[in-house]
């Protein structure tokens, strides 16, 4: 979904640019991919504009910006990527999810590509190596399909009596499969139960959430990716309507009513994505940049929500996280 209209962003005087056309011939364009929606995601374009920033360009200014959202939907991407290749913009920013960079991938294997992905850059064909990515793409990688066993043992140390789990994937995200192997490696480890649930719409949620109520004592993890994030409110009002122990991958589930997320923190990847377009635009190659991987990780404990579920969280996690929601 394209959106051209100016939108002030939250807690700053930015913004955005009405139309790429409205700035000088020579002013180059950066083509903004999103597999998320475009009102989840003003903290995360302030974090990537800041970045930018960093790197000498400020939008409206020097650099316009051309944004396509694809609101969770993935079908969506690859129309939207060749949309910004046709345009000829300077760089493609890729993000919200390992499918925005793999379709902007396939619409241009000339345009600078800098991506935000949940997956292994190396493994999904997006660069050659970390250090040395090669071709039109470099970026930052999250590595979330890593942090799967983490969520789930975060998860299960908190309510140690449950010993069915279950994880919620979206069948359509290229990192599925391999967060799912993640998953029921840790759930063997821990001589746990899971079950895999799937959902790629709304309605598929519901038969999710509906199946749960098949297994008492249950816990969820859900999957962090871009159709669940903006399907928050549904996913975070299922769980208090059942009652069910969830975790999630970003914080904003936790601050909505979640029990708990685990995860990166997001909008420093968007600022480092920020920073390598503007050194495109300077003049470096993607190929020569390495990727990035994020270090930064943040643990969110919503003590309204287990109070809710009738949980006492461990003091152990407690004096780990990193914010408590109280």
Do not use: C
Not at 214 to 222: C, E, I, M, N, S
Not at 252 to 272: H, I, K, T
Not at 314 to 321: R, S
Request: aromatic share 6%; hydrophobic share 45%; proline share 6%.
């Amino acid at each position: 979904m394209r959106r051209r209209e100016f939108i002030t962003l939250v807690g700053g005087a930015a913004m955005w640019p009405l139309t790429a056309r409205a700035q000088p011939a020579a002013t180059p364009v950066i083509g903004f991919l999103s597999g998320r929606s475009l009102g989840e995601s003003t903290d995360l374009v302030a974090a990537f504009r800041h970045g930018l920033s960093e790197a000498g360009y400020v939008g409206g200014r020097n650099v316009a910006l051309e944004y396509q959202w694809a609101d969770g939907q993935y079908d969506r991407l690859p129309g939207l990527a060749s949309d910004l290749a046709a345009r000829n913009v300077a760089v493609i920013v890729a993000t919200g999810g390992t499918a925005s960079a793999i379709a902007a991938k396939s619409a241009s294997a000339t345009i600078p590509i800098v991506f935000n992905v949940t997956d292994d850059p190396v493994k999904v064909g997006l660069v050659a190596s970390l250090n040395r990515p090669g071709g039109n793409a470099t970026g930052v990688t999250n590595l979330s399909t890593e942090l799967e066993a983490k969520r789930l043992g975060l998860l299960q140390d908190t309510v140690p009596q449950v010993r069915v789990f279950a994880v919620l994937i979206n069948p359509e995200d290229p990192a599925a499969e391999i967060m799912t192997r993640e998953t029921e490696s840790a759930a063997r480890a821990r001589g746990l139960r899971l079950i895999v649930l799937k959902a790629s719409k709304e309605s598929e949620i519901d038969t999710a959430f509906a199946t749960l109520t098949q297994y008492r004592p249950v816990a969820l993890v859900v999957i962090a990716e871009p159709f669940f994030i903006t399907r928050r409110e549904q996913l975070v009002a299922q769980a208090a309507r059942l009652a069910i122990p969830v975790i999630y991958g970003i914080r904003e589930f936790a601050v909505s009513g979640g029990l708990m997320s685990y995860g990166n923190y997001v909008p420093e990847g968007y600022r480092q994505i920020g920073i390598f377009a503007g050194k495109i635009l300077k003049g470096a190659k993607p190929g020569d940049l390495p990727v990035q991987q994020s270090a930064k990780f943040e643990l969110v404990i919503n003590l309204k929500t287990a109070k809710a579920l009738g949980l006492t969280i461990p003091p152990g996690i407690l004096a780990i996280a990193d914010e408590v929601i109280e």
